[in-house]
Protein backbone atom coordinates (compact mmCIF):
# COMPACT_ATOMS: atom_id res chain seq x y z
CA UNK A 1 0.00 0.00 0.00
CA UNK A 2 0.99 3.68 -0.47
CA UNK A 3 1.50 5.75 2.87
CA UNK A 4 2.36 9.81 2.81
CA UNK A 5 5.38 10.31 4.68
CA UNK A 6 6.31 14.08 6.53
CA UNK A 7 10.09 13.15 6.52
CA UNK A 8 11.17 16.40 7.49
CA UNK A 9 9.97 20.00 7.97
CA UNK A 10 8.87 20.91 4.29
CA UNK A 11 8.87 17.37 2.78
CA UNK A 12 6.95 14.85 2.07
CA UNK A 13 7.44 11.36 0.12
CA UNK A 14 5.21 8.76 -0.84
CA UNK A 15 6.26 4.83 1.08
CA UNK A 16 5.16 1.60 -0.43
CA UNK A 17 4.57 -0.26 2.80
CA UNK A 18 2.89 -3.40 3.57
CA UNK A 19 -0.73 -3.45 3.98
CA UNK A 20 -1.46 -3.72 8.35
CA UNK A 21 -2.85 -7.10 8.96
CA UNK A 22 -5.83 -7.60 11.30
CA UNK A 23 -4.62 -8.01 15.18
CA UNK A 24 -6.34 -8.79 18.32
CA UNK A 25 -8.85 -5.98 19.44
CA UNK A 26 -7.60 -3.69 16.19
CA UNK A 27 -9.71 -2.51 13.45
CA UNK A 28 -8.64 -2.51 9.72
CA UNK A 29 -9.89 0.45 7.56
CA UNK A 30 -9.63 1.31 4.62
CA UNK A 31 -9.15 5.46 4.08
CA UNK A 32 -11.32 7.01 1.63
CA UNK A 33 -11.17 10.95 3.19
CA UNK A 34 -8.74 12.39 5.28
CA UNK A 35 -9.31 15.88 6.43
CA UNK A 36 -6.15 18.43 6.50
CA UNK A 37 -6.30 20.28 9.67
CA UNK A 38 -3.69 23.08 11.62
CA UNK A 39 -1.76 20.12 13.71
CA UNK A 40 -0.84 18.86 9.81
CA UNK A 41 -0.13 22.08 8.73
CA UNK A 42 2.38 22.70 11.73
CA UNK A 43 3.62 19.74 11.62
CA UNK A 44 4.62 20.40 7.76
CA UNK A 45 6.16 23.74 8.70
CA UNK A 46 8.14 22.28 11.74
CA UNK A 47 6.17 24.60 14.69
CA UNK A 48 3.85 21.35 16.13
CA UNK A 49 4.34 20.91 19.70
CA UNK A 50 4.69 16.87 20.57
CA UNK A 51 5.87 15.94 17.32
CA UNK A 52 8.91 14.09 15.80
CA UNK A 53 9.77 12.93 12.10
CA UNK A 54 9.01 10.71 9.90
CA UNK A 55 5.77 10.88 10.81
CA UNK A 56 2.13 9.69 9.01
CA UNK A 57 0.10 12.53 9.28
CA UNK A 58 -3.45 12.83 9.34
CA UNK A 59 -6.18 12.03 12.04
CA UNK A 60 -9.48 13.70 10.68
CA UNK A 61 -10.33 10.34 9.13
CA UNK A 62 -13.78 8.87 7.10
CA UNK A 63 -13.13 5.08 6.21
CA UNK A 64 -14.78 1.87 5.08
CA UNK A 65 -14.35 -0.95 8.10
CA UNK A 66 -12.91 -4.12 6.27
CA UNK A 67 -12.77 -5.94 9.59
CA UNK A 68 -12.54 -5.50 13.38
CA UNK A 69 -11.69 -7.47 16.15
CA UNK A 70 -13.64 -6.60 19.71
CA UNK A 71 -15.94 -4.53 18.19
CA UNK A 72 -18.70 -6.84 17.70
CA UNK A 73 -21.65 -3.92 16.70
CA UNK A 74 -19.55 -2.66 13.95
CA UNK A 75 -19.97 -4.74 10.42
CA UNK A 76 -17.08 -4.88 7.33
CA UNK A 77 -17.99 -2.58 5.00
CA UNK A 78 -19.93 0.58 6.84
CA UNK A 79 -18.45 4.12 6.72
CA UNK A 80 -16.99 4.70 10.16
CA UNK A 81 -14.84 7.74 11.51
CA UNK A 82 -12.18 7.83 14.62
CA UNK A 83 -11.97 8.58 18.08
CA UNK A 84 -8.14 9.43 17.03
CA UNK A 85 -6.95 9.67 20.39
CA UNK A 86 -5.69 6.51 21.57
CA UNK A 87 -5.52 6.09 25.13
CA UNK A 88 -4.73 3.35 28.34
CA UNK A 89 -7.85 2.87 29.91
CA UNK A 90 -5.69 2.71 33.70
CA UNK A 91 -4.32 6.21 34.30
CA UNK A 92 -6.34 8.87 36.66
CA UNK A 93 -7.59 10.74 33.49
CA UNK A 94 -8.86 7.53 32.14
CA UNK A 95 -10.69 6.51 35.47
CA UNK A 96 -11.94 9.82 35.63
CA UNK A 97 -13.64 9.89 32.53
CA UNK A 98 -10.93 11.99 30.88
CA UNK A 99 -9.59 9.67 28.03
CA UNK A 100 -9.02 13.06 25.98
CA UNK A 101 -6.25 13.84 28.29
CA UNK A 102 -4.35 10.82 29.27
CA UNK A 103 -1.32 10.57 31.16
CA UNK A 104 0.04 8.31 27.89
CA UNK A 105 -1.81 9.97 24.98
CA UNK A 106 -1.05 8.51 21.26
CA UNK A 107 -2.77 11.09 19.05
CA UNK A 108 -3.09 9.45 15.60
CA UNK A 109 -0.84 11.48 12.82
CA UNK A 110 1.28 13.44 15.93
CA UNK A 111 2.84 10.62 18.62
CA UNK A 112 2.30 7.53 16.40
CA UNK A 113 1.17 7.34 12.79
CA UNK A 114 -2.11 8.22 11.57
CA UNK A 115 -4.18 7.66 8.37
CA UNK A 116 -2.76 9.71 5.19
CA UNK A 117 -2.50 5.86 3.85
CA UNK A 118 -4.27 3.27 1.76
CA UNK A 119 -4.99 1.44 4.87
CA UNK A 120 -4.50 2.13 8.70
CA UNK A 121 -4.78 -0.66 11.81
CA UNK A 122 -6.64 1.62 14.80
CA UNK A 123 -7.86 0.42 17.60
CA UNK A 124 -11.08 -1.27 18.01
CA UNK A 125 -12.26 0.92 20.70
CA UNK A 126 -11.48 4.13 18.67
CA UNK A 127 -14.68 3.20 16.15
CA UNK A 128 -17.48 5.70 15.72
CA UNK A 129 -20.36 4.63 13.79
CA UNK A 130 -21.18 6.47 10.66
CA UNK A 131 -25.13 7.09 10.95
CA UNK A 132 -25.47 7.39 7.43
CA UNK A 133 -23.27 10.17 7.19
CA UNK A 134 -21.47 10.58 3.90
CA UNK A 135 -17.35 10.38 3.99
CA UNK A 136 -17.33 13.77 3.75
CA UNK A 137 -19.58 14.48 6.45
CA UNK A 138 -17.62 11.58 8.81
CA UNK A 139 -14.48 13.35 8.21
CA UNK A 140 -15.24 16.66 9.30
CA UNK A 141 -16.48 15.24 12.71
CA UNK A 142 -13.39 14.62 14.87
CA UNK A 143 -12.28 18.99 14.17
CA UNK A 144 -15.90 19.74 14.64
CA UNK A 145 -16.25 17.74 18.12
CA UNK A 146 -12.62 19.46 19.31
CA UNK A 147 -15.11 22.78 19.12
CA UNK A 148 -17.83 21.01 20.63
CA UNK A 149 -16.12 19.87 23.67
CA UNK A 150 -14.18 23.57 24.35
CA UNK A 151 -17.62 24.97 24.24
CA UNK A 152 -18.46 22.05 26.77
CA UNK A 153 -15.60 23.31 29.31
CA UNK A 154 -16.38 26.91 29.39
CA UNK A 155 -20.49 25.14 30.33
CA UNK A 156 -21.95 28.18 27.66
CA UNK A 157 -25.46 29.11 28.88
CA UNK A 158 -28.37 30.38 26.84
CA UNK A 159 -27.57 34.16 26.26
CA UNK A 160 -24.49 34.73 26.82
CA UNK A 161 -22.03 36.49 24.82
CA UNK A 162 -19.30 34.07 23.77
CA UNK A 163 -16.21 35.76 22.48
CA UNK A 164 -14.55 33.17 19.79
CA UNK A 165 -10.63 33.97 18.66
CA UNK A 166 -9.56 32.78 15.03
CA UNK A 167 -11.85 31.84 12.48
CA UNK A 168 -10.16 28.88 11.20
CA UNK A 169 -11.62 25.23 10.88
CA UNK A 170 -11.70 25.20 14.46
CA UNK A 171 -13.03 28.39 15.58
CA UNK A 172 -15.63 27.95 13.27
CA UNK A 173 -16.95 24.91 14.30
CA UNK A 174 -16.85 26.37 18.25
CA UNK A 175 -19.04 28.79 16.71
CA UNK A 176 -21.12 26.56 15.36
CA UNK A 177 -21.39 24.49 18.85
CA UNK A 178 -21.64 27.90 21.09
CA UNK A 179 -24.47 28.88 18.71
CA UNK A 180 -26.15 25.47 19.56
CA UNK A 181 -25.79 26.39 23.03
CA UNK A 182 -27.79 28.44 22.73
CA UNK A 183 -25.04 31.71 23.15
CA UNK A 184 -24.44 34.70 21.32
CA UNK A 185 -21.72 34.76 19.17
CA UNK A 186 -18.88 37.05 18.43
CA UNK A 187 -16.20 36.05 15.78
CA UNK A 188 -12.69 38.00 16.26
CA UNK A 189 -9.76 37.59 13.52
CA UNK A 190 -7.44 39.69 11.78
CA UNK A 191 -8.63 38.26 8.24
CA UNK A 192 -11.30 40.38 7.06
CA UNK A 193 -12.10 37.55 4.31
CA UNK A 194 -12.37 35.21 7.19
CA UNK A 195 -15.08 37.25 9.32
CA UNK A 196 -16.72 37.68 5.65
CA UNK A 197 -17.12 33.89 6.06
CA UNK A 198 -18.63 33.97 9.69
CA UNK A 199 -21.19 36.07 8.74
CA UNK A 200 -22.28 34.71 5.31
CA UNK A 201 -21.91 30.75 6.25
CA UNK A 202 -22.62 30.60 9.74
CA UNK A 203 -24.79 33.82 10.52
CA UNK A 204 -22.39 34.85 12.80
CA UNK A 205 -24.15 38.52 13.45
CA UNK A 206 -21.44 40.19 15.65
CA UNK A 207 -17.91 40.24 14.07
CA UNK A 208 -14.63 42.12 15.25
CA UNK A 209 -11.63 42.76 13.21
CA UNK A 210 -8.83 41.71 15.45
CA UNK A 211 -7.21 46.11 15.92
CA UNK A 212 -7.01 48.97 18.60
CA UNK A 213 -10.27 49.11 18.84
CA UNK A 214 -11.60 45.69 19.57
CA UNK A 215 -11.90 46.89 23.29
CA UNK A 216 -14.60 49.28 22.14
CA UNK A 217 -16.51 47.08 19.98
CA UNK A 218 -16.67 44.32 22.30
CA UNK A 219 -17.62 46.41 25.19
CA UNK A 220 -20.85 47.84 22.72
CA UNK A 221 -21.75 44.78 21.50
CA UNK A 222 -22.07 43.61 25.13
CA UNK A 223 -23.83 46.52 26.70
CA UNK A 224 -20.34 47.52 28.23
CA UNK A 225 -20.03 43.93 30.10
CA UNK A 226 -17.35 42.19 28.04
CA UNK A 227 -17.72 38.76 26.69
CA UNK A 228 -18.84 36.12 29.72
CA UNK A 229 -16.78 33.41 27.82
CA UNK A 230 -13.40 33.98 25.51
CA UNK A 231 -12.36 31.17 23.72
CA UNK A 232 -8.82 30.93 21.67
CA UNK A 233 -8.76 28.86 18.71
CA UNK A 234 -5.74 30.12 17.47
CA UNK A 235 -3.08 28.99 19.34
CA UNK A 236 -0.71 32.33 18.91
CA UNK A 237 0.87 33.50 22.01
CA UNK A 238 0.09 37.30 21.35
CA UNK A 239 -3.49 36.69 20.29
CA UNK A 240 -3.66 34.23 24.05
CA UNK A 241 -2.15 36.76 26.03
CA UNK A 242 -4.13 40.05 24.37
CA UNK A 243 -7.31 38.15 25.16
CA UNK A 244 -7.24 38.02 28.87
CA UNK A 245 -7.89 41.74 28.66
CA UNK A 246 -11.59 40.76 26.92
CA UNK A 247 -12.78 38.86 29.73
CA UNK A 248 -16.04 40.15 31.49
CA UNK A 249 -15.89 40.13 35.23
CA UNK A 250 -16.59 36.39 36.75
CA UNK A 251 -15.97 35.44 32.68
CA UNK A 252 -13.82 32.18 31.85
CA UNK A 253 -11.28 31.70 29.38
CA UNK A 254 -11.21 28.26 27.29
CA UNK A 255 -7.53 27.61 25.78
CA UNK A 256 -8.25 25.30 22.20
CA UNK A 257 -5.28 26.82 20.47
CA UNK A 258 -2.21 24.86 21.45
CA UNK A 259 1.38 26.57 21.25
CA UNK A 260 4.97 26.01 22.46
CA UNK A 261 5.49 29.55 24.93
CA UNK A 262 4.40 31.01 28.14
CA UNK A 263 1.48 32.47 28.56
CA UNK A 264 1.76 35.50 30.27
CA UNK A 265 -0.82 38.03 32.15
CA UNK A 266 -1.57 40.70 34.56
CA UNK A 267 -2.47 38.85 37.89
CA UNK A 268 -3.81 41.84 39.42
CA UNK A 269 -6.94 42.15 36.61
CA UNK A 270 -7.31 38.59 36.17
CA UNK A 271 -7.33 38.10 40.02
CA UNK A 272 -10.00 41.51 40.62
CA UNK A 273 -12.61 39.52 37.57
CA UNK A 274 -12.50 36.07 39.71
CA UNK A 275 -11.48 34.69 36.27
CA UNK A 276 -11.23 31.20 35.70
CA UNK A 277 -8.78 30.18 32.87
CA UNK A 278 -8.73 26.19 31.47
CA UNK A 279 -7.24 24.17 28.63
CA UNK A 280 -9.83 22.28 26.28
CA UNK A 281 -7.63 19.23 24.92
CA UNK A 282 -9.05 16.38 21.95
CA UNK A 283 -12.88 15.38 22.73
CA UNK A 284 -14.78 12.86 23.92
CA UNK A 285 -16.89 10.15 22.48
CA UNK A 286 -19.61 11.88 24.04
CA UNK A 287 -18.56 15.14 21.90
CA UNK A 288 -18.18 13.26 18.81
CA UNK A 289 -21.80 11.71 19.90
CA UNK A 290 -23.35 14.89 19.71
CA UNK A 291 -21.63 16.15 16.50
CA UNK A 292 -22.77 13.44 14.95
CA UNK A 293 -26.02 14.18 16.21
CA UNK A 294 -26.06 18.10 15.43
CA UNK A 295 -25.61 16.81 11.53
CA UNK A 296 -28.48 14.46 11.62
CA UNK A 297 -30.39 17.24 12.76
CA UNK A 298 -29.41 19.79 10.19
CA UNK A 299 -27.58 22.28 12.93
CA UNK A 300 -24.46 21.79 11.30
CA UNK A 301 -24.00 21.72 7.61
CA UNK A 302 -20.58 20.39 7.14
CA UNK A 303 -20.38 21.33 3.04
CA UNK A 304 -20.11 24.44 4.36
CA UNK A 305 -16.16 23.65 5.54
CA UNK A 306 -14.84 21.93 2.68
CA UNK A 307 -12.86 24.59 0.75
CA UNK A 308 -10.42 22.36 -1.59
CA UNK A 309 -9.90 19.01 -2.16
CA UNK A 310 -7.05 17.27 -3.28
CA UNK A 311 -6.22 13.39 -4.64
CA UNK A 312 -4.22 11.17 -2.57
CA UNK A 313 -1.59 11.05 -5.17
CA UNK A 314 -0.95 14.85 -5.46
CA UNK A 315 -1.07 15.71 -2.09
CA UNK A 316 2.77 15.98 -1.99
CA UNK A 317 3.26 18.59 -4.42
CA UNK A 318 -0.31 20.51 -3.45
CA UNK A 319 -0.16 20.54 0.47
CA UNK A 320 2.45 23.77 0.88
CA UNK A 321 -0.32 25.59 -0.71
CA UNK A 322 -2.47 24.82 1.71
CA UNK A 323 -0.84 27.35 4.14
CA UNK A 324 -1.15 29.92 1.88
CA UNK A 325 -3.70 32.25 3.25
CA UNK A 326 -4.25 34.45 -0.41
CA UNK A 327 -5.75 30.99 -1.34
CA UNK A 328 -9.24 31.51 0.98
CA UNK A 329 -8.97 27.45 2.61
CA UNK A 330 -11.45 26.70 5.38
CA UNK A 331 -10.62 22.60 4.96
CA UNK A 332 -9.22 21.21 2.50
CA UNK A 333 -9.65 17.32 2.10
CA UNK A 334 -8.09 14.73 0.60
CA UNK A 335 -10.03 11.82 -1.18
CA UNK A 336 -8.78 8.37 -1.56
Given at each position: ?????????G???Y?????????????????????????D??????T????????????????????????????????????????????????????????????????????????????S??????????????????????????????????????????????????????????????????????????????????????N?????????I??????????????N????N???????????????????????????????????????????????????????????????????????G???????????????V???????
Open positions: MTSLVCTQPFFESNTAKPELEKNKALLRIRRIGICGTLHAFEGQPFFSYPRVLGHEIAAELVDADGADDFKPGELVTIIPYFNCGRCIACRNGKPNCCTSIQVAGVHTDGGMAEYYSVPYSLVHGNGLTADELALVEPLAIGAHGVKRAAVQPGEYVLVIGAGPIGLGTMEFARIAGANVIALDINEARLQFCRQHLAVTHTVLASDAMQQLSATNGDMPTVVIDATGLKAINAFQYMAHGARYVLIGLQKGDISFSHPEFHKREGTLMSSRNATRQDFEHVIASMKAGLVNPATYITHRVAFNVKTEFESFLNPANGIKAMIEV
